[in-house]
């Protein structure tokens, strides 16, 4: 069977949603990472009191808290890479067992369909459970650096380097905090790619939920009319 022959097997409403699928999870990462002045995404907002920690540590004295701060970030990029990890695993595991899987879905959903349309299918949530992955690893990494950033501030808050090192922490805490939000996306539309097993309509379904689901945390949430308010 040619290549052709295998995606005459898929649909067009198939590609449609895997097209939204695609475009969707780049098109509301890029508006949370660039969003207009006047309507600042949650992300944003962190990021400047991310950097507002980092001016209110270099005059705390011990600096045990922010430190702890940072072991607590780790941890949690840790978890989410290990877990990741299993559910990358677990779904080579699927793939690999593509017609026992192909028969039990067939079963359930009444179809018809090839073992090569469920690992097609298994292969994109495995992509996106991968770039969860690295980006979680990668993000561990980056708070790792803060740490030994925010040691290397001078205790001494005369010294020149004081604040300059201390907005270089803020920075590489920023920019570890954009790959956790990116590696958690990522999870979130692996889901929405779990739900092709049950048919196009269902992906297209899922991963508009999921949009939903981003943007409101992004642009409407109770959180983001907290971090908003400047008078706190």
């Known amino acids: 069977m040619t290549w052709t022959d295998r995606l005459a097997l898929f649909a067009p409403l198939d590609f449609a949603g895997l097209a939204l699928l695609i475009l969707g999870s780049i098109i509301i990462g890029w508006r949370i990472e660039h969003p207009s002045a006047h309507k600042p995404s949650v992300s944003n907002l962190m990021a400047q009191y991310r950097r507002e920690w980092m001016e209110q540590m270099v005059t705390r004295d011990p600096r045990i808290f922010d430190a702890q701060i940072i072991a607590s970030l780790r941890q949690g990029t840790a978890f989410f890479a ?86 270089q922490a803020a920075d590489v805490g920023i920019t570890g905090a954009r790959g956790f939000n990116r590696g958690l996306r990522s999870i979130y539309f692996a889901l929405s790619a779990a739900a092709w097993l049950a048919g196009p309509i269902a992906l297209i379904a899922a991963t508009l939920f999921t949009l939903g689901v981003i943007y409101r945390r992004e642009f409407a949430s109770a959180s983001r009319k907290i971090l908003m308010d400047t008078t706190s």
């Open 82 to 167: 290990s877990t990741s990890m299993l559910a990358i695993g677990g779904t080579l595991a699927m793939i690999g067992n593509g017609e026992k899987l192909s028969g039990i879905a067939n079963d359930l959903i009444l179809g018809s369909d090839p073992a090569f349309v469920w690992e097609i299918k298994l292969i994109v949530v495995a992509l996106f459970l991968t770039n969860a992955f690295l980006k979680f690893v990668w993000s561990n990494r980056l708070f790792g650096y803060k740490a030994v950033l925010v040691a290397a501030v001078p205790n001494d808050i005369t010294d020149p380097r004081c604040l300059p090192r201390s907005q």
